[in-house]
C-alpha cells in the first residue's frame, strides 16, 4: 500500500500534479492542512480515497481540525499542527498521539519536511512533508512524503523532493 503524504499546497496544485506523475498512482492521499478549499480538485486528480485535515488558512470549511486513518498495524493521528505549537517542538502534537492511542503522527505548518522515526515499538514516528507550495526549508525545494506498507506489513516512509537531488529514507 503506498499513501502519499503532502501539506500546504495554498490552492497551488500544479507540483502536486507532478508528484503525481512521477509516482505510481497512490491507493491513499493524507494532506495535512492548508488546502485552502481545493479538495475536490486534489480528490479528483489523485483518484484515491484521500483524508484532509484543516490548517489555519482553510477558514469556511467543515475539515476536522484532526483525523485518525489506520493502515494495517499503523494507526496515524493526522493534524496541521497549529494548535499544537509545532513552529516550536513536537512535544504537543506527541502528546496528542499518544492520547489517541497513534504510533504516527503527520502534520504540517511548517512547510519545512521533518522524519523522525520510531526508536522502539511503543514509539511514535513524526512525519511533516513539508510544503508543495511553499517550502521554507534550507534549499527552499517542495517536498512531499510516501509511506509504503510492504507486504510484511512494515511501513517504509520517504520525503522526497520535486528537485533531483536529495531523498531521506527510513524503514519503520
Not at 480515497?49 to 490548517?55: A, D, E, H, L
Not at 498495524?73 to 509545532?86: A, E, F, P, S
Not at 499518544?98 to 513524526?126: F, K
Amino acid at each position: 500500500m503506498r499513501i502519499l503524504v503532502v501539506s500546504d499546497t495554498h490552492g497551488h496544485e500544479n507540483n502536486l500534479e507532478r508528484v503525481l506523475k512521477k509516482i505510481r498512482k497512490p491507493d491513499h492521499l493524507i494532506h495535512c492542512g492548508d488546502v485552502e478549499g481545493h479538495q475536490k480538485i486534489i480528490r479528483e486528480m489523485a483518484g484515491c480515497p484521500c483524508t484532509f485535515v484543516r490548517g489555519n488558512n482553510d477558514f469556511f470549511t467543515d475539515l476536522q481540525i484532526s483525523e485518525i486513518v489506520e493502515f494495517g498495524k499503523y494507526r496515524i493521528y493526522v493534524t496541521h499542527g497549529h494548535l499544537h505549537g509545532v513552529s516550536w517542538d513536537n512535544s504537543e502534537v506527541l502528546k496528542e498521539a499518544r492520547e489517541n492511542g497513534c504510533n504516527v503522527v503527520m502534520y504540517g505548518h511548517t512547510h519545512v519536511p521533518v522524519l523522525q522515526q520510531a526508536v522502539s515499538d511503543d514509539g511514535i514516528t513524526v512525519l511533516n512533508p513539508g510544503s508543495l507550495a511553499y517550502p521554507r526549508q534550507s534549499g527552499r525545494k517542495p517536498s512531499y512524503a510516501v509511506m509504503e506498507i510492504d507486504r510484511f506489513g512494515r511501513a517504509h516512509y520517504q520525503i522526497n523532493y520535486l528537485t533531483r537531488s536529495g531523498r531521506i529514507s527510513f524503514w519503520g
